[in-house]
T-cell receptor, first 111, second 113 residues
Framework: GENVEQHPSTLSVQEGDSAVIKCTYS??????FPWYKQELGKRPQLIID?????GEKKDQRIAVTLNKTAKHFSLHITETQPEDSAVYFC??????????FGSGTQLTVLP | EAGVTQFPSHSVIEKGQTVTLRCDPI?????LYWYRRVMGKEIKFLLH????????ESGMPNNRFLAERTGGTYSTLKVQPAELEDSGVYFC???????????FGPGTRLTVL
């Protein structure tokens, strides 16, 4: 079945440093890879997504890279700020339309 | 534009009782999904509606869970009778038919004692 592995489960960085979260997936038919940010007590919010015909996508301090051959994708946050602290989820979507999520990464940005 | 809304935000019930969760989608979103996050683990798919039809209910844990979407607007998820392992946060997400982008509601935190 579909499976997404996400690492690390927790990540602490100093303010201003970069953070990288990695995910691997098993379903080769997957063609949509979103990243969600969930702040404490709030709803998961889509922050960036990438489709299988693109290798990299960037939006200000956030970037996502996709390697379809290796079946992994990564979230990169540069110049981290305290408000980036949250749980980040990667996910994969395909023809089935529902999303399969990773287990989440608790990111803490230390001031 | 109003986002996805869910009611209630919290529910505490005893084992054996019944609870009904409600989700109101973003207007025009034909696709509606229910997900669940249990004890800090990953968010897991429960089922998917396209308008009023169940497209996929392969993630439903057992027959104690019943989801409906009469009229293709809001959806309800009923748990009857509730068990301890049903505790968790239940999310609803909706999206347009043309892509996979999904917008999440704030979730309902269910606690079964």
């Amino acid at each position: 079945g579909e499976n997404v592995e996400q690492h690390p489960s927790t990540l602490s960085v100093q303010e201003g440093d970069s953070a990288v979260i990695k995910c691997t997936y098993s379903d080769s038919a997957s063609n949509y890879f979103p990243w969600y940010k969930q702040e404490l007590g709030k709803r998961p919010q889509l922050i960036i997504d990438i489709r299988s015909n693109v290798g990299e996508k960037k939006d200000q301090r956030i970037a996502v890279t996709l390697n379809k051959t290796a079946k992994h994708f990564s979230l990169h946050i540069t110049e981290t700020q305290p408000e980036d602290s949250a749980v980040y989820f990667c996910a994969q979507g395909g023809s089935a339309r529902q999303l399969t999520f990773g287990s989440g990464t608790q990111l803490t940005v230390l001031p | 534009e109003a986002g996805v809304t869910q009611f209630p935000s919290h529910s505490v019930i005893e084992k054996g009782q019944t609870v009904t969760l409600r989700c109101d989608p973003i207007s025009g979103h034909d696709n509606l999904y229910w997900y669940r996050r249990v004890m800090g683990k990953e968010i897991k798919f429960l089922l998917h509606f396209v308008k009023e039809s169940k497209q996929d209910e392969s993630g439903m844990p057992n027959n104690r869970f019943l989801a409906e979407r009469t009229g293709g607007t809001y959806s309800t998820l009923k748990v009857q009778p509730a068990e301890l392992e049903d505790s968790g946060v239940y999310f609803c997400a909706t999206g347009l038919a043309v892509n996979n982008e999904q917008f999440f509601g704030p979730g309902t935190r269910l606690t079964v004692l």
